[in-house]
């Protein structure tokens, strides 16, 4: 049983509203969020963003960032509740750091997950794929 | 949907296509930042035919027309152009145009792609005995912008074009085609727009064999928009609409009160008294406004935000926005975007000026 949980976590994680997660090694150290490839391409260019503070905590779908880019502002959601344990600070001068690298360089946040069940909900990469050949 | 002569270039470009006021418009080729730059630098190539054009004739057509227009047509000679709004009886904005005066009996009025039926109905109902054509299917318009978009042309037309000025028409022949060009355009740059037969659409790859040469990228909607505000041209739709009148933006300048014709507006213009004024602003933070955003001043509400973005050139977050006219030119005030209020600072509507 925790180790299908271990398992399932791992893996890359989406939203249908377009962040990823991404468990690096345990639970403790914090999960990586960002936005897919898709995101960003559809933001376009951008400017700014509003990051949210270290020790922020943050229910499954609040809002944690605002990103602003050429063509529109967009909220980023928590992907699952938790702590801020670190925040993308080098996002603050080089906000194209998500569009060059959404999956790398250009990670938003890093949080403390408080329910793993909540990843339950989350998409893998194939439903993530299938969902945005669905809407686009 | 409806679709300019050049869609299809436009989709083999790879182009994002949307949805503008019904025309299915490239907002994008390599990147709103990439496009904006270039223009600024080299030379943008803008499809710009979803634009209405209406032809006006006869010997009516001058008196017709400055009943129309706010600005004064006698400024202006044959191959020159005018830009002017059109206003109700109530000074409220029907459009805002260019007239290209052709001849003394023969006019060419370009007006927004949002307004195109309004504007044809407007003007035809108001057209006294001149004949009004819409002859925006028959032709098609292009912008050529950007500090090199003389040369370009040069190459191509084998004329001197330098000595054209601002808002004056020249007849070319580009590579085989017959070409109006008007040293006019919505970019704050230089640059020309060139009228021709819709047919024509192999003017394209003529305008874009020098990319070498002089770094002639396309360029879509979305650069358009932050080019047109960092220069601080107004959108209709945006900046100004029906319930805006000439005398709340910055557009005193083309209302001809002391031109001989009566024109359409002019009872209600010389009798207003705004109480507001569109001005420009810069958000101090790390933001971008957007359309319809609250504007503060000491936390109380006094305005709201008509356009905003991202300035590529001068790299920060800028717009337009309505304020009471007593409101000081430089006031610091905040601007609510989304649910928090953010510093902002009031300034000229002219966020960059080339050379």
Not at chain 2, 12 to 27: D, R
Not at chain 2, 221 to 247: F, H, K, Q, S, V
Not at chain 2, 262 to 286: D, M, Q, Y
Request: glycine share 8%; with cysteine; charged share 25%.
């Amino acid at each position: 049983m925790l180790a299908a949980k271990k398992r399932i976590v791992l893996e890359l994680k989406f939203t249908k509203q377009h962040e990823w997660l991404k468990v690096k090694e345990e639970m403790e150290r914090g999960a990586i969020i960002g936005i897919s490839d898709f995101a960003q391409e559809q933001l376009g260019d951008i400017v700014s963003i509003e990051l949210p503070k270290s020790g922020g905590i943050f229910r499954q779908g609040q809002t944690i960032a605002i990103i602003d880019s050429v063509k529109a502002s967009s909220d980023i959601y928590a992907p699952v509740s938790g702590e801020i344990i670190e925040v993308n600070e080098d996002l603050i001068e080089k906000p194209e750091l998500i569009n060059q690298s959404p999956y790398d360089s250009g990670w938003i946040a890093k949080i403390k997950p408080s329910n793993l069940e909540e990843f339950e909900n989350l998409l893998t990469k194939e439903e993530y794929d299938r969902y945005i050949g669905e809407i686009n | 949907m409806m679709r300019t002569p050049f869609y299809d270039i436009h989709k083999s470009l790879g182009a994002k296509i949307v949805n503008f006021n019904g025309w299915e418009m490239p907002l994008q080729y390599s990147g709103i930042v990439d496009e904006h730059i270039n223009v600024r630098t080299n030379v943008g190539l803008f499809d710009v035919s979803h634009m209405g054009r209406f032809e006006i004739r006869g010997p009516q057509s001058l008196l017709c027309l400055q009943e129309i227009i706010t600005n004064d047509l006698e400024k202006i000679t044959n191959q020159q152009a005018i830009y002017s709004p059109i206003c109700y009886e109530d000074g409220g904005i029907v459009d805002d145009v260019i007239v290209y005066r052709l001849a003394a009996d023969r006019f060419v009025v370009v007006v927004n792609a949002s307004n195109r039926q309004k504007d044809f109905d407007w003007i035809s109902n108001h057209s006294k005995s001149a004949q009004v054509e819409d002859i925006s299917d028959e032709t098609a318009l292009l912008a050529v912008q950007g500090p090199r978009a003389c040369d370009l042309l040069e190459k191509l037309v084998k004329i001197e074009l330098q000595s054209v000025r601002p808002f004056h028409l020249v007849n070319v022949n580009l590579g085989g085609i017959e070409c109006m060009l008007s040293r006019t355009g919505y970019t704050g740059e230089d640059g020309f727009e060139i009228f021709f037969d819709s047919s024509r659409i192999e003017i394209w790859d003529k305008l874009m064999q020098y990319t070498e040469l002089f770094g002639v990228k396309p360029a879509g909607l979305g650069a358009r928009d932050t080019l047109r505000l960092e220069a601080g041209l107004m959108l209709y739709g945006n900046d100004m609409d029906e319930n805006t009148t000439p005398l709340e933006v910055p557009l005193k300048w083309t209302i001809s009160f002391d031109k001989k014709q009566e024109f359409i507006g002019k009872k209600a213009l010389v009798n207003s008294h705004p109480s507001r004024k569109l001005v420009g602003f810069e958000v101090l933070e790390k933001r971008i406004a957007r359309q319809g955003n609250k504007v503060f001043v000491s936390g109380m509400e006094v305005g709201f935000v008509t356009s905003g973005n991202f300035s590529p050139t001068i790299k920060r977050s800028i717009g337009l926005c309505f304020v009471p006219v007593n409101v000081l030119p430089d006031q610091s005030v905040e601007i609510k975007i989304g649910e928090k209020k953010y510093k902002a600072k009031l300034s000229s509507t002219r966020f960059y000026k080339h050379r």
